[in-house]
């Protein structure tokens, strides 16, 4: 008798040969299925003393490797925090920063500041969103400052313009609310995107609990110091300088303005 997601022993009464052969099956079985990538779902059958360990390393991993021309393990990660609502839905991920070399070949510097990236997309039905018609905000260090103190009862707003002080201003422009509910559980998160030069106008509004503006409020505590790039600098100390001097970040395009 085979039982799933069992956390302990099953004695079935067979003999030890046929013991000893269906556990190089499992096993068999088991990395057959990681190789293939098809470990959607925890495998977790245990026959008697098989070890819990090798299946563990073979069902619980749901993390899939892509390589790249090279051969080498690609190390973008992809972990939104999503919030799905009735007319829109919204997501929060960091975009780190990226480094150069700097002249003397002595060090790194940042290139490009990271952000945390926020992603909104409409509603087209139960539980159907349009990902072709997502808008983004990008929440600078500051910004995120400001959503982090925010109290139950604060709000902020932001105002985001690519073409900012020069002649082009004002054609294309973002605007980000955050305003507390009424009785103060939660918060109304609105994207607005006008744009005068294809005469377009687009508002989002997720309203998010207590609970989820928590989760994002310590997400963005936690990532701050990592799209300063600050992370990189401490573990630079600790580790050494020559260590990180080749570690320089190729650019990402997925930036707000380059949707």
């Not at 990395?31 to 293939?36: A, F, H, N, P, T």
């Not at 919204?90 to 490009?112: I, M, Q, Y």
């Not at 139950?152 to 054609?171: I, V, Y």
Request: charged share 20%; glycine share 8%.
């Amino acid at each position: 008798m085979i039982r799933g997601c069992s956390t302990e022993a099953v004695d079935i009464g067979v003999p030890l040969k046929f013991m000893d052969h269906i556990r190089r099956k499992l096993w068999r079985i088991g990395m057959g299925l990681s190789r293939r990538n098809l470990l959607g779902e925890a495998v977790c059958c245990r026959v008697s003393s098989f070890s819990h360990s090798h299946i563990s390393q073979a069902g619980y991993s749901t993390v899939r490797q892509n390589f790249n021309a090279a051969g080498g393990t690609v190390n973008r990660i992809f972990a939104p925090y999503c919030v799905y609502k009735g007319k829109a839905a919204l997501s929060l991920s960091p975009v780190l920063p990226t480094f150069s070399k700097l002249e003397s070949g002595a060090g790194l510097k940042v290139d490009r500041h990271g952000v945390m990236m926020l992603r909104f997309w409409p509603a087209i039905g139960e539980r159907k969103y349009d990902w072709e018609k997502r808008q983004l905000f990008a929440l600078s260090a500051t910004e995120i400052g400001s959503l982090i103190s925010l109290g139950p009862k604060d709000a902020c707003e932001f105002f985001h313009d690519p073409s900012m002080l020069s002649s082009n201003a004002g054609q294309v422009r973002k605007s980000l609310s955050i305003k507390p509910h009424a009785d103060g559980g939660g918060y109304f998160i609105s994207l607005s995107v006008t744009n005068n030069i294809l005469k377009t106008n687009e508002r989002f509004t997720v309203p998010v609990t207590a609970a989820e503006f928590a989760v994002m409020k310590t997400a963005c505590s936690f990532v701050l110091p990592h799209i300063m790039g600050w992370d990189r600098y401490t573990n630079n100390r600790r580790n050494g300088a020559d260590e990180s001097l080749s570690k320089v970040d190729k650019p990402l395009p997925d930036l707000e303005w380059d949707k």
